[in-house]
DNA sequence: CACTTGACTTATT
DNA sequence: TAATAAGCCAAGT
């Protein structure tokens, strides 16, 4: 198993702590929740944990996306349509591969869970 | 140790 | 509005 080292690992917690609390049928961006955790933490370090999180069935990855609404994480689901066949069962719609209304149903964090 | 890569985003041209 | 550059930071080579 590869290891990380204990402040990544307490990052990777921090990401899916987040991304568990997404509502049904809604989205977010690696952005929002990197900025919602803070400290130093870019975009591509939420990406980065998501790449890791494939072996955690309880965090709802596919509702993590770009901020342009597009699945940009497809490839690494277990099958390139797993992600967008999860969100439509969702009643989410994806239409070439970037989420229909995105905008509408955006779940950003640091606004919704107004700290 | 230097360089590339990547589930990203923002700024600049 | 679209293409490019720059910032980001850990891992892999």
Redesign the pocket.
């Known amino acids: 198993m590869?290891r990380?080292?204990d402040?990544?690992y307490h990052f990777f917690d921090q990401v899916y702590d987040v991304v568990r609390l997404i509502p049904e049928g809604r989205v977010t961006?690696?952005?929002?929740v990197?900025?919602y955790l803070g400290s130093?933490?870019?975009?591509?370090?939420?990406?980065?944990a998501?790449?890791?999180?494939?072996s955690k069935p309880d965090v709802p990855?596919?509702r993590?996306?770009?901020?342009?609404g597009m699945?940009?994480?497809?490839?690494?689901?277990t099958t390139p349509f797993a992600?967008q066949e999860r969100l439509e069962a969702e009643g989410i719609q994806v239409r070439e591969d970037v989420v229909v209304e995105f905008k509408r149903l955006l779940w950003d964090p640091s606004r919704e869970l107004e700290l």
């Open positions: 590869t990380y080292s402040s990544t961006s690696y952005g929002a990197a900025r130093g933490r870019s975009a591509r370090m939420v990406g980065w998501m790449n890791a999180c494939t990855a596919h993590v996306v770009n901020r342009n699945l940009t994480g497809k490839m690494h689901f992600m």
